[in-house]
Antibody, heavy 111, light 107 residues
Framework: EVQLVESGGGLVQPGGSLRLSCAAS????????MNWVRQAPGKGLEWVSY????????YYADSVKGRFTISRDNGKNSLYLQMNSLRVEDTAVYYC????WGQGTLVTVSS | DIRMTQSPSSLSASVGDRVTITCRAS??????LAWFQQKPGKAPKSLIY???SLQSGVPSRFSGSGSGTDFTLTISSLQPEDFATYYC?????????FGPGTKVDVK
């Protein structure tokens, strides 16, 4: 069974940092490009970042560029999102996506 | 950026109905379009990629069509488990934008 399990979410103050992780099982991420997608409470889906299978190509949404960093460790079958300088508007459920979707991890940015 | 629109924004239907949702891109995206289903409180699920290819395990009552700027998701015979919100997404060029969603609820 394919599983993508995100972790690392939580409550953080504006300006703070979090590192999200996504561990894959039943699915080898090394052959696939991966994405992070987020969903603010009661809102639609917003694409956040993309990384190619070899990490050679990386894209970010303008809303997170310069603050978030996507990375992957194919040996650990894992995807990451380092989030710095967090803002209230970054509050959302963050999903790891590679054809399959994880269950999401909630990031709340509030003072 | 490529802007994605969906119509209708919501629709009411009955079990057994044929349901069609339209997605339009602001510029040509060839067939770089995916469809997702999301139920309340749950993660989205991938339904279709490359505009018309069914993800593994997705029932055959779901189908996608279109190319260029106009796309359609069709549910041939709506089932109780299909009441959900449906999103399209283009992945022709970044940012990989989503449509605003179409909510399918019970008539």
């Amino acid at each position: 069974e394919v599983q993508l399990v995100e972790s690392g979410g939580g409550l953080v103050q504006p300006g703070g940092s979090l590192r999200l992780s996504c561990a894959a099982s039943g699915f080898t991420i090394s052959s696939y490009s991966m994405n992070w997608v987020r969903q603010a409470p009661g809102k639609g889906l917003e694409w956040v970042s993309y990384i190619s299978s070899s990490s050679s190509t990386i894209y970010y949404a303008d809303s997170v560029k310069g603050r978030f960093t996507i990375s992957r460790d194919n040996g650990k079958n894992s995807l990451y999102l380092q989030m710095n300088s967090l803002r209230v508007e970054d509050t959302a459920v963050y999903y790891c996506v590679g054809g399959y979707w994880g269950q999401g991890t909630l990031v709340t940015v509030s003072s | 950026d490529i802007r994605m629109t969906q119509s209708p924004s919501s629709l009411s239907a009955s079990v057994g109905d044929r349901v069609t949702i339209t997605c339009r891109a602001s510029q040509d995206i060839s067939n770089y379009l995916a469809w997702f289903q999301q139920k309340p409180g749950k993660a989205p699920k991938s339904l279709i990629y490359a505009a018309s290819s069914l993800q593994s395990g997705v029932p055959s009552r779901f189908s996608g069509s279109g190319s260029g700027t106009d796309f359609t998701l069709t549910i041939s015979s709506l089932q109780p488990e299909d009441f959900a919100t449906y999103y399209c997404q283009q992945y022709k060029s970044y940012p990989f934008t989503f449509g605003p969603g179409t909510k399918v609820d019970v008539k």
